[in-house]
């Protein structure tokens, strides 16, 4: 952790990253910060820098793993391949140097592991395609005691948000509900933004009802699976913090939503108080929880 704070203090943009990362260590019940992939990159490049020099081809276990593996083997000047294509003689290197003839230690890596079975997969396959051939494993970010003994490296000890990149399979599972402006739709352009590549349960907007068709016709148009679209029923003047809170809280427990997507932070932290529930907001990378100190805090707002 300490190469960690020192690369923080030259790069502050990573400070929330650390302290999520520190959290791992220190449990405390507070919001998560998801790790961007501006995060990732810095992270990545920072690794690149303190692994060894000697691997003659940089694997990556599809498709996560893809990601820190190309990173690094572009920071590292490295071949880079996938175990499925490394045993099959498919390797791909820049024109710049000569590829080795002969590979005789390789890195593979992925970018988070819990239980580290795809890599313990693709390590067989390398294995039974050359028993001589030296295999070093490492992965970016593991929060699992036993896998940090039985990698070779890790970077960094993970907390339990999502990454940005693993947004989708994250959610996938979940009963969700979403904002509609600054979540799915940008309201200057209206070009979409966080579009979820699954089925959501409902989409959960300050709009009036008299904007219905325009919404449903934008949602169909940019293939927006939901199951309902929930309006804001009263006057537009009556759209204040408090009531679209809520509105938003009231709506997605009575759809059953076990997380919500908002834009807007202040608005996602009221959320959270009233209704309890995860909330997660793309706009500054947060997921606000029920135990976080804004529950308590909006607690006291309402009161007053």
């Not at 920072?46 to 820190?68: H, Q, S, T, Y």
């Not at 349960?201 to 904007?211: I, Q």
């Not at 759809?255 to 907001?281: D, M, Q, T």
Request: hydrophobic share 45%.
């Amino acid at each position: 952790m300490s190469s960690l704070k020192n690369f923080v203090r030259k790069h502050k943009r990573l400070l929330t990253v650390a302290k999520a990362c520190k959290q791992a260590i220190h449990p405390v019940k507070h919001d998560w910060h998801v790790v961007t992939f501006e995060d990732f990159f810095g992270l990545a490049v920072d690794w690149a820098d303190k692994l060894p020099n000697d691997f003659e081809c940089i694997l990556g276990v599809p498709r996560n793993g893809l990601l820190i593996a190309n990173v690094l083997a572009l920071k590292m000047g490295k071949p880079l391949s996938t175990a499925d294509d490394f045993v099959r003689g498919i390797v791909w290197a820049s024109r710049d140097y000569e590829k080795p003839t002969v590979y005789t230690k390789v890195l593979l890596v992925e970018d988070a592991v819990d239980t580290a079975r795809a890599m313990k997969s693709d390590l067989a396959k390398l294995k039974a395609y050359n028993p001589d051939l030296e295999v070093k494993t490492a992965c970016l970010f593991t929060q699992n005691p036993e896998m940090q003994k039985w990698l070779d490296y890790y970077y960094a000890v993970a907390h339990d948000a999502p990454a940005e990149w693993h947004m989708h399979s994250f959610f996938k599972n979940t009963v969700l509900a979403v904002d509609l402006d600054g979540v799915l739709l940008e309201e200057k352009t209206g070009n979409p933004l966080l579009i979820p590549a699954f089925h959501v349960e409902a989409v959960v907007t300050a709009r009036l009802e008299n904007e219905r068709p325009f919404v449903e016709s934008w949602l169909k148009r940019h293939n927006v699976k939901y199951n309902q679209l929930i309006m804001f029923q009263r006057a537009a003047e009556e759209r204040s913090l408090l009531n679209l809170a809520k509105y938003k809280a009231e709506s997605i427990q009575k759809v059953g939503a076990e997380w919500f997507w908002e834009s807007e932070p202040e608005l996602a932290e009221a959320i959270c108080g009233i209704a309890k529930l995860p909330v997660y907001c793309p706009t500054n990378h947060r997921i606000y929880t029920a135990e976080s100190r804004w529950v308590q805090s909006f607690s006291n707002r309402k009161k007053k």
